[in-house]
């Protein structure tokens, strides 16, 4: 019964590191914005994301399928980067994007593989375009 207990208090452990190390891995040493959008209720939804800059745009990625659902319509949207708040438009590209995971994986690297390793994309993926409307800077202290 004692070797069954310690074997269980092991294997929690190595749960809670490997949880602990992904959530290190993806929040520690690259950039994480903060992108807010507003639901059908009219909440203020806030999500810690990773974004690249392609083609003049900020785009993001997510094989989350309620991501299809937040971005019916090209909604308008707030991203945080850096401090500073603006508005964009957020354009939905539904499937594979291979320059937005080309540029993923050199900006994030090993935290990007580990990711698509632990969720690998699927037919869900949404990536989404935002761009800038001009002339939105944001007071995100007032937010």
């Known amino acids: ?10 294997l ?7 949880v602990l190390a992904h959530l290190a891995l993806i929040e520690v040493g690259r950039e994480v914005v903060v992108l807010r959008t507003v639901n059908e209720a009219g909440e203020t939804k806030s999500m810690r994301l990773w974004a690249v800059d392609h083609d003049g745009a900020v785009w993001l990625h997510s094989a989350g399928e309620h991501w299809h659902k937040m971005f019916e319509g090209d909604p308008i949207v707030e991203l945080e980067r850096h401090g500073v708040a603006a508005r964009y438009k957020a354009v ?11 540029a993923l994986r050199e900006k994030y690297g090993i935290a990007d593989r580990w990711v698509r390793f632990i969720s690998p994309d699927n037919d869900g993926v949404l990536v989404v375009r ?9 007071d995100s202290e007032a937010e």
Not at 12 to 18: K, R
Not at 92 to 102: K, T, W
Not at 130 to 138: D, F, P, R, T, Y
């Open 130 to 138: 935002l761009e800038k409307i001009e002339g939105s800077a944001v």
């Open 92 to 102: 939905a590209v539904p499937g594979p994007y291979p320059e937005i995971d080309l």
């Open 1 to 10: 019964m004692r070797v069954l207990l310690r074997s269980v208090i092991i």
């Open 12 to 18: 929690i452990g190595v749960a809670v590191t490997v």
